[in-house]
């Protein structure tokens, strides 16, 4: 291992870079198990995580990246938001430390069963969807990953038999022999692509990472209508088993729909659901369903527990959540559509007339796909971020009106203001929220509080 000169690696010794929920989590994992931890962030670490570190005699620092303390470790544990191109990850490099990330640490240390669910859009609901099941079918099971608490601080304090994962990913990224024995792709839309080069082979490449340590004993879900998955499996073997899921054409193992109904064969295990019985509506749950119920079948819940499911599972907050109706105005909060193909899903998905709130860091989107639907359904739209050039030409001649607010608040009283009696106001951005906002949670907390103020 080459080494810099002026620093001595010390093989007992693990650098965590961020102290967020998987940084903390990973550390008091590491610690666990015997390392020598040291946890060290660029800004500044949120109280609750300090107060973690402190109470179980972890060395950490803020502010800064200390090149004394972090490069003689013998592996970095990396925060899924740092990208490769910093300065000390440049360096951690160059001397030939191992850097992963929370997951591939944390899977080191688990024997249970793991359902890994990625996709640009809809995978917090699939996650969710099939962890919900599993609770309903009496499975003991954790729910982790980009939702939930830490996947390394459920290893190192529960015994849960089941894992049910969301990774993103920038959570892929930095696994090399992390294994799901279920690996879900849900979809694949241009996403990130400021983090891949601009490339959305890069970015693809990155969704499949899902599935480069998986063997024959492994299975493999996706979608059979997804233009993207279909390419790139025509040019790339999976090792896994492979079941897929379509709305269009009919599978022989996986889930297709028929005289609307939703048919899952999968190793001569069947089971059949009207698609008017789902609790969410929209054509793209649907798809989220159909996923749902393959790795139910996969896992032999029973039939009950998937159907239960199916019918009662509820909106999360942030994605199609509906807040209140004020003056026969309904407000619907999607915070959590931050690109194209998610906002696309919420407008389809939405019968009434509407003022659609958009906008915030445009990561190179191209809203062409958009076009139609805002056509067909929007008469107004807000532009909520620090630059809405992008927002203009896209849909300058599809909506009546288009405003630029600063704010949450005005963004929604200029939205009440010229909303009709009948029309809904959707918060379905499109964007990254880094402009105005800590995150999208924090976008959809200041909707929904700037809504009941109304």
Known sequence: MKTNKNISTNNNRIAILGAGESGVGAAILAQQKGFEVFVSDFGKVADKYALVLNENKIAWEEGKHSESEILNAVEIIKSPGIPDTVSIIKKAVENGISIVNEIEFASRYTD???????????????????????????????????????FALQV?????????????????????????????LVNISPDHLDRYNYKYENYIASKFRITQAQTADD???????????????????????????????????????????????????TFNMSIHKLGLVGQHN?????????????????????????QNFKNLEHRMEKVLKVGGIQFINDSKATNVNSTWYALESTQASLVWIAGGVDKGNDYDALKHLVDQKVHTIICLGKDNRNLHKAFGTCADLMINVQSMDEAVKVAHHFANKGDSILLSPACASFDLFENYEDRGRQFKKAVKNL
């Open 156 to 184: 190192a304090q529960e015994n849960y038999d089941y894992y049910v994962l969301e990774l993103s990913s920038f959570q892929l990224d930095n696994c090399y022999q992390f294994r799901p024995n279920i690996a879900v």
């Open 219 to 269: 299975l493999f879900v996706y979608c059979a209508d997804d233009e993207a998955t279909l390419n790139y499996l025509a040019e790339n073997k999976i090792q896994a088993k492979t079941a897929a899921f379509s709305i269009k054409n009919k599978v022989e193992q996986g889930a297709y729909l028929e005289n609307e109904e939703i048919k899952i064969n999968l190793n001569n295990k």
């Open 112 to 150: 249970a069963f793991i359902v890994a669910v990625t996709g640009s859009n809809g995978k917090t609901t699939v996650t969710s969807w099939i962890y919900d099941a599993f609770v309903k079918d009496g499975r003991n099971a954790g729910l982790g990953g980009n939702i939930g608490k830490s």
């Open 286 to 310: 649907i798809y989220n369903s159909m996923a749902q119920a393959i790795v139910g079948k996969a896992t032999d819940l029973k039939k009950d527990a998937i159907r239960e499911s199916l």
